[in-house]
């Protein structure tokens, strides 16, 4: 990956990253979220979504400022807006590989700097 094409990405991510603090922030009741991904969002390439589907991410918040986003495949017009916690989980145990379950837990239980207890 060129310099140029490293900085894009950096910034991609970031413009991403802030969007969903900011999102938690307005929702501090909430623990996941689920929005449409942003283009090149992910250091891989995640191609074409299958025909009829479109990439969604789902981010979930272990705790306070560490988020884990894993992405995910949902028909084009999936209705996205009515979606409680418990719902967007379940997407996640559908779509997420046993890694990304691990490391969800690790978040959870690891002590981070300015973060309180680590727990929920």
Do not use: C, Y
Not at 35 to 62: C, I
């Amino acid at each position: 990956m060129s310099d140029e094409a490293g900085a894009t990405l950096g910034r991609v991510i970031h413009i991403a990253t802030q969007g969903d603090a900011g999102w938690f922030e307005k929702n501090p009741d909430r623990r996941i979220r689920i929005r449409k991904a942003v283009p090149m969002e992910f250091s891989e390439d995640m191609g074409q979504a299958p025909v009829s589907m479109a990439w969604f991410v789902l981010v979930l918040e272990a705790q306070p400022g560490a988020r884990l986003r894993q992405p995910i495949a949902l028909p084009i017009g999936f209705d996205i807006g009515d979606m409680d916690d418990s719902a967007l989980f379940a997407l996640f145990r559908q779509a997420a590989p046993d890694s990304a379950r691990d490391l969800l837990k690790t978040l959870r239980v690891t002590k981070l700097p300015g973060t309180g207890s680590g727990q929920h």
